[in-house]
């Protein structure tokens, strides 16, 4: 939080809600396989299974809690998205729509929580973190996903030099860096105070249409979205042309597609 005021977290926060609210539909119809990859580790590292109770904290579209009750665990969702929310409970899973700072349950409830690329969306995670401590059960397990820095995640990363290349600016509200927790020693020092705290890193491969690619991250992720949205259409074409080549380079396959390398962040911790 060093360097942003009060006024600029809460505005940061308040965005990123906004942002949500609008890109909820794309996200849940586009970036499902992407997420997929990383899910079952996370499960396993909150040691989630038959009976176990878990929260899904920033549920989004409800992918990591359908997981979650298919190994026979009782979850509960929560986003601070409604739009997100009810996309979830579309799909069968139940969710409530909440600010992670205000959780709507008792102390010491659940014996599993998880989030999924959860933690640089948040204005305040250590407050976030502190408030799944007072949810979960002393020896319980927590476990959370951040995507890894760009060159270890091509999937997203290699969206940022052709966006950058627009020279669009001023779009997203001062806040937290968003690849803070990419770095183990950020992670490790967030989880200060758990238990068997661990850090790992995971790697999967998604294979997709670059040009339908380049639309579903641009009308699906808040930032990136965001610059997009305010470029010319000449401009939003270029920079979809200028992906696709970049894209097609490195990770072309025969028929097209492109198969894109994805890496995240996986930290986990038991309650003391």
Avoid: K
């Amino acid at each position: 939080m060093a360097g942003h005021t009060d006024r600029e977290l809460d505005a940061f926060g308040d965005w990123e809600r906004q942002a949500w609210e609008e890109r909820a539909a794309p996200y849940a119809a586009s970036l499902g396989d992407l997420t997929r990859g990383s899910i079952p580790a996370l499960l396993d590292a909150a040691d989630v299974g038959p009976g176990c109770r878990v929260l899904d904290v920033g549920c989004g579209p409800g992918f990591v809690a359908l997981a979650a009750a298919a190994r026979g665990a009782v979850v509960v969702g929560a986003d601070q998205s409604r739009a997100m929310v009810s996309i979830a409970r579309a799909a069968g899973a139940g969710a409530v729509v909440t600010s992670v700072a205000r959780l709507p349950f008792r102390d010491r409830v659940f014996g599993a929580v998880v989030a999924g690329y959860l933690l640089n969306h948040l204005p305040r995670p250590e407050v976030a973190v502190a408030s799944l401590a007072r949810v979960l059960r002393p020896g319980g397990r927590m476990a959370m996903t951040v995507w890894d820095l760009p060159e270890a995640n091509p999937a997203l990363g290699l969206f940022g030099p052709v966006v950058t290349e627009l020279g669009l600016r001023g779009v997203v509200p001062p806040g937290p860096d968003p690849q803070r927790f990419s770095a183990e020693a950020e992670l490790r020092r967030l989880l200060e105070g758990w238990r068997e705290v661990a850090v790992d890193r995971l790697g999967w491969t998604v294979t997709v249409d670059p040009w339908a690619w380049f639309d579903a991250v641009a009308d699906a992720t808040p930032r990136t979205g965001a610059v997009l949205a305010q470029a010319a259409p000449e401009q939003r074409a270029q920079a979809r042309t200028r992906y696709v080549e970049v894209a097609t380079a490195s990770y072309g396959c025969a028929d097209g597609r492109v198969e894109l390398p994805a890496g995240a962040v996986l930290g986990s911790a038991i309650r003391r």
